[in-house]
């Protein structure tokens, strides 16, 4: 099964506040950018996915996300990030009708595309799956398969609202580069200890980050 995959990126003047401790204002824009640029890349280079959408009103994402392949959806205004995700979801199922779409985090930059291959094969055994995060509170991955609606309900607590919605929470292991999303400076180290994209790898050396 090939997937479509939609990437949410917000405005990056806004992005990555709680990595405030690691990197400044200066710099968490350009970060923010690094995270999405090498979860796009890895995601494009997945042979499980077909076609990858970003989601996003910035301008610069949206310019240097395209270059890399992706398609741009403009989001909803004001609508936050599920309105976004599901207008973006149904925009790639317009264009593709009973495509499988997954909802993937722009913040994954030691993202591998084989282990992204391994969950979506996973998800694709089901109507709606989804992968927590590394802390084992939030989601990386939501997936809904052809003719399903993605229904997403990222945030605060999303493993559980993700699995009160029905959605099936895949247990695997070998997969830390798609559950390892980067929002605080000791996630940005464990993505480090892990391997990060170029772009990431570039932006991190500017910081100084202990243990790194």
Sequence with gaps: M???LVIPVKPLAR?????SDTADDGLRPGLALAFAQDTVAAALAC?????V????????????LAALGARIVA???GGGLN???????AAVRAARPGGAVAALNADLPALRPAELSRVLDAAAEFPRAFLPDAAAIGTTVLAAAPGRELRPAFGADSRARHRASG???????AVDSVRQDVDTGDDLRAALSLGVGPRTAAAAARLLIPGQ
């Design 15 to 19: 992005a990555k506040s709680r990595l």
């Design 53 to 64: 959408a970003v989601v996003t009103d910035d301008a610069l994402a949206g310019r240097e």
């Design 2 to 4: 090939q997937w479509t």
């Design 47 to 51: 042979p499980a996915v077909g076609h």
């Design 167 to 173: 959605a099936a929470e895949l247990s695997l292991d």
């Design 83 to 89: 309105p976004a995700l599901a207008h973006a979801a």
């Design 75 to 77: 989001g909803e205004p």
